[in-house]
């Protein structure tokens, strides 16, 4: 699987925006992009995925590069509750990988501090 | 949508005995997914299921794992002769799988596993 690399921890203050960054330079042409997020005594959430354009929902946007070797996940407005842990996990598609390989690989992700 | 179930959320026993894990996806989710995370780490890829059918197992899947979906409805994780590296949170996913589509996976919040 291609690999992500995430700073370890970051830190923002509450109503103001956070770029998380990922990068993931053996990316291939068929890999999306997947965000998920794992607050404290809860399972992971899902965010928001791309493959190429920029996307946005309720959640968060996220900006990747033309190259596509790295991505930006955007909280426009932080608030307390979006401290959590952030993972950037790259996702074969179905279609490419033969339908049998759909198990999301976590690396350690960035660990999301808001200040008051 | 009552989200991804996971029973007992807690579960201590002295190392030697067996422990089953139950998990209810969502209902009409046709995939679901086994994960392990330890303290500090990202969660890892057990297993997974397509209806009843297992597709896909992780080389961390010893022969004391084992995993059913008899209905393609509810699963159980089962570890026999448990260990204390055992010790660690297992996550159930489900998702609603279709070829060629990335459909997000949808996570329970977890049984915690404590080997004495």
């Known amino acids: 699987d291609a690999k992500t690399t995430q700073p370890n921890s970051m830190e923002s203050n509450e109503e103001e925006p956070v770029h998380l960054p990922c990068n993931h330079s053996?990316?291939?042409?068929?890999?999306?992009i997947h965000w998920y997020r794992q607050l404290p005594s809860q399972g992971p959430e899902y965010v928001i995925h791309?493959?190429?354009s920029n996307v946005n929902n309720r959640m968060a946007s996220l900006a990747i590069a033309e190259d596509r070797k790295s991505s930006t996940l955007i909280l426009h407005r932080a608030t307390l509750r979006d401290a959590a842990v952030y993972y950037c996990?790259?996702?074969?598609?179905?279609?490419?990988?033969?339908?049998?390989?759909?198990?999301?690989?976590f690396g350690k992700g960035t660990h999301l501090i808001i200040q008051p | 949508d009552t989200g991804v179930s996971q029973n007992p959320r807690h579960k201590i026993t002295k190392r030697g005995q067996n422990v089953t894990f139950r998990c209810d996806p969502i209902s009409e989710h046709n995939r679901l997914y086994w994960y392990r995370q330890t303290l500090g780490q990202g969660p890892e890829f057990l297993t997974y299921?397509?209806?009843?059918?297992?597709?896909?197992k992780s080389r961390l899947l010893s022969d004391r794992f084992s995993a059913e979906r008899p209905k393609g409805s509810f699963s159980t994780l089962e570890i026999q002769r448990t260990e204390q590296g055992d010790s660690a949170m297992y996550l159930c996913?489900?998702?609603?799988?279709?070829?060629?589509?990335?459909?997000?996976?949808?996570f329970g919040d977890g049984t915690r596993l404590s080997i004495l």
């Open positions: 053996t990316i291939s042409g068929t890999d999306y």
């Open positions: 996913a489900s998702s609603s799988g279709q070829i060629n589509s990335n459909q997000p996976q949808h």
């Open positions: 299921f397509q209806n009843e059918a297992q597709l896909e």
């Open positions: 996990i790259l996702r074969a598609s179905p279609m490419y990988s033969g339908g049998g390989a759909d198990g999301l690989t």
């Open positions: 791309g493959l190429t």
